[in-house]
């Protein structure tokens, strides 16, 4: 089945300064890559999706990229503000074989005023 | 996000008791998912349902059971609860890939 592993497990950046977050997939298969933010107490909520047939997808501060060769996407966040701290999940999928989604074990975000 | 809905918010129970958490959406969502989620263990996957009368085990199926005899509903059920099984449980449902998260069921097993 599938596997995500997700990098780094936490990460402090100043208020401004912009935070990437990779992940990684071992199924050639999948075709479905969405990200989760998760607030503390909260339910994870999805932030923004890429299907494989796009490489770059930009939603305001934030944008992901996808490298199919390499199995790999990553989530990028730019002016990074106190509000952006979570958790933040990747996940994998392949639409064509159900939809059960395999999730990276996580980031854990700080954003200092 | 209104569209699926977990009860109990909170449930603390004893250990070896039988407890069901109920997780019911509005979408009309074929595909519905149990995950649990612990300090550094980030979401496990306990049972998925692909429709109505289908399910299969994820990643962490045992000593819990799953149910889907409505489209709607999922609940799942821990036979005889134990202190490891102690953890914030979520139920999703998706449609193409899109997951949507209940509100999260807290569990405490004493």
């Known amino acids: 089945g599938e596997n995500v592993e997700q990098h780094p497990s936490t990460l402090s950046v100043q208020e401004g300064d912009s935070a990437v977050i990779k992940c990684t997939y071992s199924?050639?298969?999948?075709?479905?890559f969405p990200w989760y933010k998760q607030e503390l107490g909260k339910r994870p909520q999805l932030i923004i999706d890429?299907?494989?047939?796009?490489g770059e997808k930009k939603d305001q501060r934030i944008a992901v990229t996808l490298n199919k060769t390499a199995k790999h996407f990553s989530l990028h966040i730019t002016e990074t503000q106190p509000e952006d701290s979570a958790v933040y999940f990747c996940?994998?999928?392949?639409?064509?074989?159900?939809?059960?989604?395999?999730f990276g074990g996580g980031t854990r975000l700080m954003v200092k005023p | 996000d209104a569209g699926i809905t977990q009860s109990p918010r909170y449930k603390i129970t004893e250990t070896g008791r039988q407890v069901t958490l109920m997780c019911h959406q509005t979408?009309?969502?074929?595909?519905m998912f149990w995950y649990r989620q612990d300090l550094g263990h980030g979401l496990r996957l306990i049972y998925y349902?692909?429709?109505?009368?289908?399910?299969d085990k994820g990643e962490v199926p045992d000593g819990y059971v799953v149910s889907r005899s409505k489209t709607e509903n999922f609940p799942l059920t821990l036979e005889s609860a134990t202190r490891s099984q102690t953890s914030v449980y979520f139920c999703?449902?998706?449609?193409?890939?899109?997951?949507?998260f209940g509100q999260g069921t807290r569990l405490t097993v004493v």
């Open positions: 999703a449902s998706s449609e193409r890939g899109q997951a949507f």
């Open positions: 199924d050639s298969a999948s075709n479905y």
């Open positions: 890429i299907r494989s047939n796009v």
């Open positions: 996940a994998a999928i392949n639409n064509n074989a159900g939809n059960m989604l395999t």
């Open positions: 979408w009309s969502h074929s595909y």
């Open positions: 349902s692909a429709a109505a009368d289908i399910t």
